[in-house]
């Protein structure tokens, strides 16, 4: 019989990462590179496995990622997104754990633009009455 494989996206700030879940020990490769290489601060693999120790499902699934854009923690937000997202799609009963925990709450901020005439997206340049 095939292995069957779980697709879900995760997105965060410009971050995009698309995980495919299989049945496994718990291997995660993140371009195809162990994730202890691609992210190379823990705090970033804390956060990623988060979904996976709520759901005590950290030795039963294999995760290829592919993520692109953004920055380390943006990267990171997006792949626990679709991490998240894949638990869910293999078993409904993860669904109220995960969202009680936020994990499959979509974090909507982004960088907010740069005006014209002002320094930044809200900095100005010093004011002078004369």
Same mark, same amino acid.
């Given at each position: 019989?095939?292995?069957?494989?779980?697709?879900?996206?995760?997105?965060?700030?410009?971050?995009?990462?698309?995980?495919?879940?299989?049945?496994?020990?718990?291997?995660?490769?993140?371009?195809?590179?162990?994730?202890?290489?691609?992210?190379?601060?823990?705090?970033?693999?804390?956060?990623?496995?988060?979904?996976?120790?709520?759901?005590?499902?950290?030795?039963?699934?294999?995760?290829?990622?592919?993520?692109?854009?953004?920055?380390?923690?943006?990267?990171?937000?997006?792949?626990?997104?679709?991490? $998240? =997202?894949?638990?869910?799609?293999?078993?409904?009963?993860? #669904? !109220?754990?995960?969202?009680?925990?936020? %994990?499959?709450? *979509?974090? $909507? =901020?982004?960088?907010?633009?740069?005006?014209?005439?002002? #320094? !930044?997206?809200?900095?100005?340049?010093? %004011?002078?009455? *004369?």
């Amino acid at each position: 019989m095939a292995q069957t494989k779980i697709y879900a996206t995760g997105r965060r700030k410009e971050s995009v990462a698309r995980v495919y879940m299989s049945q496994g020990t718990g291997k995660i490769t993140i371009n195809r590179q162990p994730i202890n290489e691609y992210f190379r601060r823990q705090t970033l693999e804390l956060l990623i496995r988060q979904p996976l120790e709520s759901t005590d499902s950290l030795a039963n699934f294999d995760f290829e990622v592919f993520v692109k854009g953004g920055g380390w923690t943006g990267q990171a937000g997006a792949v626990r997104l679709g991490i $998240a =997202r894949c638990l869910v799609q293999s078993d409904e009963k993860n #669904k !109220k754990s995960l969202r009680a925990a936020g %994990f499959l709450t *979509r974090d $909507a =901020r982004q960088v907010e633009r740069k005006k014209y005439g002002h #320094k !930044k997206a809200r900095k100005s340049f010093q %004011f002078s009455k *004369r």
